[in-house]
């Protein structure tokens, strides 16, 4: 069994038992799962992790599950690789980018939030697993529900890139396109909730789903040697990876697995939808909703359910927010192409832009370690790119005619 002893509200402190539940009764706050660190401190150490299986379950007795994990045996434990390039570009000593644009089995962070989501769902006994999307979230309930045997429906904004829709139905699930943006779909999957009883992965599961996103963190941090980088630089959409990133660092302090956690937590968004990043500019304690427009959808959030506490992670750690433009998006995905032969989709291209942006500003200096959280896959946003190149140079199947176009240049 695990470590979880139930849900506890994150304001007011009112205790819950393990159910499907995600918001105070009394106050309306947020409810976070509550673990018995002490029976962790028993089982958890630098060697039980890393005896463990190559997956975000070598972290299990940290994630709320209660039995052995039903799906996603394969997510997480993605590579760190160090950005010798990137970082040259960037004038910087030490880049790492930490790469979830291979993550198992559908390309994305999310993979690691629905692993743990749809384990409670089949332990809560539900037969369907629902949610409110932006694109990655709904390929992953997708394939992780055809994985438990479970029905799935799924909601998205109308509009969403081809290959975030496709990448959704071929895993044979219900998929609802909303003539609204994703703030319009949450709400209505807030109303559908009330009358069907399905786990909503980020509504009535959301307690238990954020804490998927803690072994990102845990990842990081194991991976770089058991230690936290100086800066950490995360995509923010509803603010839960950001949140969750930090709280793995602590929890990997106060279990004594590292010694201690000196990161300043950045956060990046579109400009076209950037509320987190807004508010931390503007001192203000929490965001001001907006209407998204931008071209990376998947963090296209404009009333972003953790914003408040995303917005408190950046300033507790001494970190910022910047957001750049969807031209600057696109360079920052050419950027990673070009340099570390890393295809992510727009969401990477914020991350890695807003890091230029910070170095620009001196918030990011030349000899810290710094971590970009690349989450997605370059091949779910093709249309971001398109015309952005210049066609293929078309020759005849002879060498004199490759010769032609060669020192003409034009390949290169
Ligand atoms: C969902 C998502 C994020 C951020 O998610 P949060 O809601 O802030 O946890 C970042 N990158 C990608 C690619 C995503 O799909
Ligand atoms: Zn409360």
């Known amino acids: 069994m695990g470590y979880v002893k139930g849900l506890r509200c994150k304001e007011c402190g009112k205790n819950y038992e393990k159910l499907p539940v995600h918001v105070c009764e009394y106050c309306f706050g947020p409810l976070e799962v509550d673990y018995d660190y002490e029976g962790i401190s028993k089982v958890i150490s630098r060697k039980s992790i890393q005896d463990g299986p190559p997956s975000m379950w070598r972290y299990q007795p940290l ?3 209660d039995g052995e994990p039903q799906v996603g045996r394969y997510t997480g434990f993605t590579p760190l690789i160090e950005a010798k390039n990137l970082a040259k570009a960037l004038g910087l000593k030490k880049v790492y980018v930490k790469n979830d644009s291979v993550n198992h089995p559908t390309f994305s962070f ?3 939030v629905v692993s743990v989501a749809v384990t409670k769902a089949k332990e809560f006994g539900f037969d369907t697993v629902s949610c409110a999307s932006t694109g990655n979230l ?42 609204g943006s994703y703030d319009d779909v949450n709400r209505l999957c807030s109303e559908i909730a009330g009358s069907h009883q399905w786990a909503f992965v980020n509504i009535n599961i959301r307690a238990y789903y954020g804490d998927g996103s803690k072994s990102y963190g845990y ?7 058991w230690r936290t980088p100086d800066n950490v630089v995360v995509p923010v959409a509803g603010s839960s990876l950001i949140t969750k990133i930090w709280k793995a660092f ?17 956060a990046a968004q579109a400009t076209g939808c950037s509320p987190v990043s807004t508010a ?29 506490y995303g917005i408190k992670t950046v300033r507790d750690s001494g970190g910022w927010g910047e957001d750049v433009t969807d031209e600057e998006v696109i360079e920052g995905m050419k950027l990673l192409g070009e340099t570390e032969g890393v295809f992510t989709e727009t969401a990477g291209g914020v991350t890695v832009a807003v890091t230029k942006k910070l170095v620009e500003q001196g918030r990011i200096k030349p000899d810290e370690l710094t971590v ?12 971001a790119l398109d015309n952005k190149f210049a066609e293929p140079a078309v020759i005849e199947p002879n060498i004199h005619s490759f010769e032609e176009v060669y020192s003409n240049g034009i390949t290169v």
Do not use: M
Request: with cysteine; charged share 20%; proline share 4%.
């Open 110 to 112: 999310k993979d690691r």
């Open 372 to 383: 970009v959280c690349v989450t997605g896959n370059g091949l779910k946003t093709l249309e």
């Open 250 to 266: 602590h929890e990997f302090k106060d279990l004594g697995l590292i010694d201690k956690v000196n990161t300043k937590v950045f």
């Open 138 to 179: 709904a390929n992953s309930v997708s394939a992780h529900a055809a994985e438990a045997g479970l029905k799935s429906c799924i909601f998205i904004p109308v509009g969403l890139e081809q290959g975030k829709v496709l990448c959704t139905q071929v895993y044979g699930t219900q998929l609802i396109s909303v003539r």
């Open 280 to 308: 931390i500019k503007n001192g203000w304690d929490t965001h001001k909703p907006v209407k998204p427009d931008t071209i990376a959808k998947s963090i296209a959030i404009g009333n972003p359910a953790d914003g408040f």
């Open 63 to 65: 994630l709320p599950i």
């Open 219 to 225: 990842e990081i941090a194991e991976q770089l040697g």
